[in-house]
């Protein structure tokens, strides 16, 4: 039977709360008895989020701290968590770019995987020794379809997205003895800020507010990994079963996206 504290988590941390999916999900936890850390380097946009979860009751303590912080990032979920000891930190802070038919430049490269990988591991490992204490907590980590397979159109997203998700997917197995639930989310299309400068069709694109309800449950349930929607999260499994000369022609002739 899973923790109370689970299906229902007091004390939660989410990153990239200014916007999308991660406000999708602060706000999708407000609630009376809820307390949320929300971190977003857009202070402007995190104010509305925090007044709307305020407004449900939530008790709300924001902070722009960027997720490539190390030093930053390790002593406020500290601070936080020892005054208020976290349930659920859910490390979604992300950016999408692409390579719109042209080489990846140094700079959008280390950019991508500054926040997605670097801010995954800044916001999971500084709260890992406090949830190993209590033998208790969950973490979710936000990957991405598109790390299921190295995609021509992204090829730094997708392996950053990839790299995020093995690593949640390592971590669940490390950590089980300890207490700690881990899950990877892997969603498709989300309609946010991030696919809004999108210019080619998106199939199976949702809401952020649907996003996060799915992902909600899924946490509820503990599993390890939710993938969604599963009209394109199976064919896309099926590609990658198959051998890579058989699929690149396909997945090179996906809409390039632009950086």
Not at 102 to 129: A, C, H, M, R
Not at 152 to 176: H, I, Q, T
Request: aromatic residues 6%.
């Amino acid at each position: 039977m899973l923790h109370p504290r689970m299906q229902n988590p007091q004390n939660i941390i989410i990153t990239g709360a200014s916007s999308g999916l991660g406000a999708a999900l602060a706000k999708a936890y407000a609630a009376s008895g809820v307390t949320l850390g929300l971190l977003g380097r857009n202070s402007a946009r995190l104010a509305e989020v925090a007044g709307f979860c305020k407004a449900q009751g939530a008790n709300v303590e924001t902070s722009s701290i960027d997720v490539r912080e190390t030093e930053q990032m390790a002593k406020w979920i500290a601070e936080f968590d020892n005054s208020t000891p976290v349930d659920l930190l859910i490390a979604n802070a992300g950016v999408s770019a692409g390579a719109g038919g042209q080489q990846e430049s140094y700079q959008k490269i280390y950019e991508i995987f500054g926040t997605n990988v670097d801010g995954v591991i800044n916001s999971v490992l500084p709260i890992i020794p406090h949830m190993q204490k209590r033998k208790s907590g969950q973490i979710a980590i936000i990957s991405s379809l598109a790390g299921l397979r190295g995609l021509p159109s992204c090829p730094a997203y997708s392996a950053s997205k990839a790299a995020v998700r093995l690593f949640g997917e390592g971590l669940r197995g490390d950590l089980k003895d300890h207490g700690i639930k881990v899950s990877v989310i892997c969603p498709g299309y989300i309609k946010t800020p991030l696919t809004d400068v999108n210019t080619f069709p998106m199939p199976f694109i949702m809401s952020a507010e649907k996003a996060a309800g799915i992902i909600r449950r899924g946490l509820q349930k503990n599993t390890s990994r939710i993938a969604f929607p599963l009209a394109l999260y199976i064919p896309l499994w099926l590609l990658t079963c198959l051998p890579n000369a058989l699929t690149d022609p396909f997945f090179a002739a996906l809409p390039k996206k632009s950086g």
